[in-house]
């Protein structure tokens, strides 16, 4: 079993800077994919941006790609998503996903990932 705890969000003004944590408890994450989704009011939960744990490659929505960036860190077990240059439409609950049985690749479908965080807000001011 994985415990996923997210912390970083809040309220930021369009253009600015976030940067959301997912710290994990409860096993080592070798050859876990690890990721972020978001669900905005009224929207489906969407794919983020994804992180293999071993060898770190990774894998973003269209969306974000060039203004958020994944990462993490062993010793901490903790995958960062680095968000810049906001923008109102990425205001949503952020949640930090877990899959420990992929071999290749990142899932972009929510039921692929075996755990999940509680999530935690992200709001964003025009």
């Known amino acids: 079993q994985v415990q996923l705890v997210e912390s970083g969000g809040g309220l930021v003004q369009a253009g600015g800077s976030l940067r959301l944590s997912c710290t994990a408890s409860g096993r080592t994450l070798s050859n876990y994919v690890m990721g972020w989704f978001r669900r905005a009011p009224g929207k489906e939960r969407e794919f983020v941006a994804a992180?293999?744990?071993?060898?770190?490659?990774?894998y973003y929505d269209d969306s974000v790609e060039g203004r958020f960036t994944i990462s993490r860190d062993n010793a901490k077990n903790t995958v960062y998503l680095l968000m810049n240059n906001l923008k109102p439409e990425d205001a949503a609950v952020y949640y930090c996903?877990?899959?420990?049985?992929?071999?290749?690749?990142?899932?972009?479908?929510?039921?692929?990932?075996?755990?999940w965080g509680q999530g935690t807000q992200v709001t964003v001011s025009s």
């Open positions: 992180i293999r744990w071993t060898g770190g490659r990774t």
């Open positions: 996903v877990a899959d420990p049985r992929r071999l290749v690749g990142a899932s972009r479908v929510f039921s692929s990932y075996h755990y």
